[in-house]
């Protein structure tokens, strides 16, 4: 058993289904999702499989796992789920990164929905956050345990793809283009507040940190697209 990979139960098969070819389309602009393996236990109706063609980094995997235990527009959905993926595939240096495989899940205890909880095999349980920082916790909520699997007691259902591979995308230009232009049109309205300063600061003022904060806000959009698009459905999930 050397595939990262992730458990799923207590879930209806059809729903899982349609998260999953959400998800493979939500992150079609990496090879990753492009064959997601799904399999059901022989004997369960309500336990499954996920596996990779494409193996994923150990970021768009905790990602993934994030991703099915919060999808968009299935409120109702309440999995048992845990990932495990090999720490010999981590490429980054970190303090949990110990023993063969890395326990990944999302604490009960949640509140902020971009994150996990790592376990590495001594037990020490860590925060790893999507913007970058990662935690050793106190106390551990939960304790090591590999969920050991043989393909040959799973059904495959099916191999999953994006609507649109990596391959088929066609650069988005035209809004590439108008983001560009946004950020230019922030950054000299913000020059012109300096510029204006000496003159009419209840005017310069305003407009230095209007204009100033759009830019910020665009150019980290441009920069980081797929992180954008994450706080964006975190937005929306505590909204509704």
Do not use: C
């Not at 058993?1 to 729903?15: G, L, P």
């Not at 305003?206 to 937005?235: A, H, Q, R």
């Amino acid at each position: 058993m050397t595939e990262n990979f992730i458990i799923v139960e207590n879930v209806n098969e059809k729903e899982l289904e349609s998260i999953l070819m959400e998800l493979a389309n939500a992150y079609s602009d990496t090879e990753f999702v492009n064959g997601i393996q799904f399999y059901r236990k022989k004997d369960k109706f309500d336990s499954f499989l996920i596996l990779f063609s494409n193996q994923p980094d150990f970021e768009r995997f905790n990602y993934f796992v994030n991703y099915i235990k919060y999808p968009a527009e299935h409120e109702k959905f309440s999995p048992y789920l845990r990932g495990f993926y090999r720490t010999s595939n981590i490429k980054q240096k970190s303090e949990f990164n110990i023993g063969d495989w890395i326990m990944v899940y999302v604490s009960k205890n949640d509140k902020e929905y971009d994150n996990v909880n790592l376990v590495n095999d001594k037990n020490e349980n860590y925060l790893y956050d999507f913007g970058g920082k990662t935690k050793k916790l106190k106390s551990a909520e939960e304790m090591f345990k590999l969920i050991s699997f043989d393909k040959n007691n799973y059904h495959h259902i099916l191999d999953i793809i994006p609507s649109q591979t990596i391959e088929e995308r066609k650069p988005l230009i035209g809004q590439k283009t108008k983001d560009i232009l946004a950020i230019i049109t922030s950054l000299a309205f913000t020059v012109l507040g300096f510029i204006m300063y000496k003159d009419s600061k209840d005017v310069a003022i305003p407009t230095m940190l209007f204009f100033g904060l759009g830019f910020i806000v665009l150019l980290w959009k441009f920069l980081n697209p797929k992180k954008f698009e994450e706080l964006k459905k975190i937005k929306n999930k505590n909204v509704g």
